[in-house]
């Protein structure tokens, strides 16, 4: 299975959920126990929407301190840019609120509100300041909230994570995201990944949109994940130390090596959060396209914020690839040239290349090259899940200081090894079905200990008959 992201509005981590929730809603049930595993406090739902459009899902989150309302409780306000936010705070907010908040930076407005507020810090501010305020989450409970600006350290969330009854690959993929995220954060700080903390609201909000996909995405064990192109976005987000550009800095990082595209629709498209979710499951490949497949399940996840003339949705499309194109497979060639290798070395480099996973095949051949000297032209065959492996391990066990790779297709036939019994000893056989009829061929190392070539070739040719024409349970 391979699943496809198209990032019509955008991509953020609640519509990532909404939008595999809409998909598999078989997986509701255990989202929510997966986010309460890690804190208690924190509530989840998937609502049905329709922006007059399209209609697909939502995923709401209620945490502490915040009375869930008839619609979902994060940022639903797309009217309101009444944000006066009278306090200083002193620290920059790297705020994940693209898509959550119903506001439109780039609309004219400058808002210093608070989104999914994951931001680092320096430690060096007070936060013993509590006040109530409007935080324009748009509650829908006309209750002013006492947040407190409290803040919950990455090192903190970090060990919520792995002390919590997760099963072990959603705690893994959460760790992976969150790691990503807070790697970024540090960067654009300049600090320790150690001291980045995340706002207390906007930590709650992180931790429910990153649980619920590292769920999703354990869950449905897809072999392979890509995304379109990636709008940007414009406009600015105002911090402590002045305005700062859409897309935020710490999505910028995270999204380095991805696509884009500028459709002229403002605001900020894709949050810290969506953008950690994609850099960890397509980081390795951020420029991977859509594979053919046939198509199976859809959904669309929808964030709150009004894009003019736009949807503000992500959508998943979930493909088969193996059942659309039978005997099929996506493969990685990765090709080079040696002339300074010995060839006894390089023989050993590419016999521990073969053991690499991933890789398929190796093959060397003899060429000439500039000056007519002679060189090792090397040709690679690797599954494409591999292939930043598989290059790494080229330059590690070889001289060559460059190399060429390309993906193709490859077609493959049906077969099956089977052992069978000659003469009290076992033979391996591959069993293959081609066009015209099945056809077997012996393992040849099988055969190396009987001298002479005619006796190891009646021993092949035995062992291929007894493949082919006696049953299993009488081998």
């Known amino acids: 299975m391979h699943i496809h992201l198209d990032a019509l ?7 990532f959920a909404a939008a595999l ?27 049905a929407h329709n922006d007059g459009i399209l209609s697909g899902a939502r995923f709401a989150v209620s945490a502490p ?54 931001h680092a810090h320096d430690h060096a501010h007070d936060h013993a300041h509590d006040h109530a305020h409007d935080d324009g989450h748009g509650h ?31 705690r893994a993929q959460a760790l992976a995201i969150f790691g990503h995220l807070a790697a970024a954060e540090a960067r654009v700080h300049g600090i320790a990944v150690e001291a980045v903390a995340f706002h207390e609201v906007g930590a709650f909000d992180s931790i429910a949109d990153i649980v619920a996909a ?26 402590q130390h002045g305005p700062l550009p859409v897309p935020a800095p710490a999505t910028t990082l995270l999204l380095e090596g991805f696509s884009t595209l500028d459709d002229g629709v403002p605001g900020e498209r894709v949050t810290p959060t969506g953008a950690a979710i994609l850099r ?17 399940r859809t959904g669309i996840g929808f964030g709150t914020k009004v894009l003019p003339g736009l949807s503000n949705c992500l959508r998943v499309l979930v493909l088969d690839e193996a059942a659309a194109r039978p005997g099929r497979r996506d493969l990685a060639v990765i090709a080079f040239e040696i002339d300074d290798q010995s060839g006894e070395d390089l023989a050993m480099g590419l016999d521990r290349l073969r053991g690499e996973p991933g890789i398929l095949d190796v093959v060397q051949a003899p060429v000439l090259g500039k000056k007519g000297r002679m060189m090792a032209r090397i040709q690679i065959l690797v599954r494409p899940e591999s292939l930043e492996a598989a290059i790494a391990a080229c330059f590690r066990e070889t001289t060559t200081i460059g190399l060429r790779y390309h993906r193709v297709e490859g077609a493959v036939l049906d077969r099956e090894a089977r052992t069978v019994d000659h003469a009290g000893r076992p033979v391996r056989v591959k069993v293959v079905d081609r066009p015209g009829g099945r056809t077997a061929k012996a393992e040849a190392d099988d055969a190396r200990d009987h001298a002479g070539h ?3 070739a009646r021993l092949r040719r035995e062992a291929e008959r007894l493949a082919l024409t006696v049953p299993e349970e009488e081998r």
């Not at 769920?215 to 105002?238: D, E, K, Q, T």
Request: proline share 7%.
């Open 454 to 456: 005619a006796a190891r």
């Open 280 to 296: 960890h499951l397509c980081g390795e490949d951020p420029g991977r396209g859509r594979p053919r497949g046939i198509l199976g």
């Open 21 to 47: 929730l809409d998909a598999f809603p078989e997986h509701q049930a255990g989202v929510s126990a997966s986010i309460r595993a890690v804190d208690g406090r924190i509530a989840c739902a998937v609502r």
């Open 214 to 239: 590292a769920h999703l995405i354990a869950a449905l064990g897809a072999r392979s994940w890509s995304v379109s192109a990636l709008p940007l976005g414009s406009g600015r987000v105002r911090t």
């Open 140 to 170: 829908g409970d006309g209750h002013d909230q006492d947040h407190g600006h409290g803040h919950r350290p990455w090192s903190e969330i970090r060990a919520a994570l792995e002390a919590a009854d997760l099963a072990p690959a959603v």
């Open 9 to 15: 509005g955008g991509v953020a981590g609640d519509m």
């Open 65 to 118: 301190g915040v009375e869930p309302g008839p619609a979902p409780h994060r940022h639903d306000h797309p009217a309101r840019h009444d944000h006066p936010h009278p306090h200083d705070h002193d620290h920059d907010h790297a705020h994940d609120h693209a898509h959550d908040d119903g506001h439109g930076h780039g609309d004219g407005h400058d808002h210093a509100h608070d989104h999914a507020h994951d």
